[in-house]
């Protein structure tokens, strides 16, 4: 039985599909791409084909013999292995095999083994996508022996003996990690749209948070994949739309990842230098102690090269006692920028210095401003630093990444590269 690595590859990405929702993320596959999982695949497919073909139980590759003969399989070699686009369709897949044939002690033949498989998905009764064969054909012709006869097998003959796996289907339930308590999950929404210019994949992001899928605000706009590049050099094109970075903080922020404690240089004697109701309330000086809630979710906001975070906290003033005695609060608005960056598999958001904010009185502001602006982003990105794990094959990373920030979307051409032996 030979097992296809390459398109099991291209699958890895594929899940059940939900259609009650619009796709707020996605990727395009480029033939560039195509050709270098093919490469990476060769050596798998080799090993799987060696396996499989140089046990003592295979049956005779010539068929055409009327009485079973001796041939021992001694080496195998895969010379080609390619992928290639059906516009409209799927994909057609291509391998070329040396067998080294020992028919007997003092010969030694050399059989081409040619493989041409189509590739289609389909929706399976369980909302599973699945690669189907609906074409193989496989033919073996003689290319080198020691005697002056030449063999060939018909491809009815070798369909007989090659058994490609009639379905091939891809289940990449993963949910990656992002706090302890908030995990994301990438589920395809429609299957892959074929075209010239590559494999278009449309996903929908989904969040647990505490083992529990919640439910995210609705997108103002609708997504859709923006149109693949005529000519890319770059192996895949992935997609990010702003209401995909707005889902990722209000799932942090109903995991309270951002509820935060932030320590102020003030005391209660220093605050009642300016506010002298401070005194009154505490007889000892005790340290000053911030906390800040959201009180409505964040908003991402994505414009030609730059994203902006805006932010909407409830501020707690209180004394740094065991429990925590709040005597202000005041609402406030702020803006800060978002950097973003591709390591490995994984987005590196981050937010830098605050840009403005909007209080509601003056005196406050000056008391606490500084360190609020100072504490926030910093705490924040102490919850981002792992960065966010985005749709990817196992095995792969990401190299020669560029992140492009587009108004409502974010594109990140990158190339694909081989981590680990595949199968391992």
């Known amino acids: 039985?030979?097992?296809?690595?390459?398109?099991?590859i291209l699958l890895s990405l594929l899940v059940p599909t939900h259609s009650l929702r619009s796709p707020d993320c996605g990727g395009i596959l480029t033939p560039s791409g195509l050709s270098y999982l093919a490469e990476v695949s060769k050596p798998h497919t080799e090993a799987v084909l060696r396996q499989n073909l140089m046990a003592p139980t295979v049956p005779d590759l010539f068929l055409s013999s009327p009485k079973p003969s001796k041939n021992q399989i001694d080496s195998v070699e895969v010379?080609?292995?390619?992928l290639s686009l059906i516009p409209d369709t799927g994909l057609q897949l291509s391998i070329d095999v040396d067998l080294g044939i020992t028919p007997a002690p003092s010969t030694t033949k050399v059989i081409r083994l040619s493989i041409l498989v189509?590739?289609?998905?389909?929706?399976?009764?369980?909302?599973?996508l699945e690669v189907v064969t609906p074409s193989c054909k496989s033919t073996a012709e003689e290319v080198q022996s020691t005697e002056e006869t030449e063999s060939k097998s018909s491809s009815s003959d070798m369909d007989k003996e090659i058994n490609v796996n009639k379905h091939l289907s891809a289940r990449f339930a993963a949910q990656f990690p992002i706090t302890p308590s908030c995990q994301v999950q990438y589920l395809p929404l429609a299957a892959p749209v074929f075209s010239e210019q590559g494999i278009t994949i449309s996903l929908q992001t989904t969040f647990q948070v505490a083992g529990m899928a919640i439910p995210l605000p609705v997108s103002p706009v609708p997504f859709s994949m923006p149109e693949p590049a005529s000519s890319s050099s770059s192996h895949l094109t992935l997609a990010f739309s702003e209401h995909f970075y707005t889902s990722?903080?209000?799932a942090l922020e109903m995991a309270g990842s951002f509820n935060m404690t932030i320590p102020s240089p003030l005391t209660t004697a220093t605050m009642a230098q300016k506010i002298s109701q401070v005194g009154s309330l505490f007889q000892?000086?005790?340290?000053?102690?911030?906390?800040?809630?959201?009180?409505?979710?964040?908003?991402?906001?994505l414009e030609e090269g730059k994203a902006a975070l805006k932010l909407f906290l409830t501020i707690h003033v209180g004394a740094g006692l065991p429990a925590f005695q709040s005597f202000l609060s005041v609402n406030v608005d702020m803006s800060a920028g978002l950097l973003l960056s591709v390591v490995d598999t994984r987005m590196m958001i981050s937010a830098a210095a605050i840009e403005g904010s909007l209080w509601q009185v003056a005196l406050l502001e000056e008391l606490f401003l500084p360190t609020i602006r100072e504490e926030v982003p910093a705490q924040m990105n102490v919850v981002l630093s792992e960065g966010i794990f985005l749709p990817h094959i196992s095995s792969f990373t990401y190299t020669d990444v560029n992140v492009i920030i587009?108004?409502?979307?974010?594109?990140?051409?990158?190339?694909l590269k081989l981590q680990m032996k595949i199968g391992k």
């Open 1 to 8: 039985m030979v097992n296809l690595l390459a398109p099991s």
């Open 248 to 250: 990722l903080f209000f």
């Open 79 to 82: 010379s080609k292995l390619s």
């Open 118 to 128: 189509e590739l289609h998905t389909e929706m399976n009764p369980e909302g599973y």
């Open 406 to 415: 587009h108004k409502d979307y974010v594109l990140v051409p990158c190339n």
């Open 284 to 301: 000892e000086d005790v340290p000053v102690v911030l906390q800040a809630v959201f009180r409505s979710s964040p908003q991402v906001v």
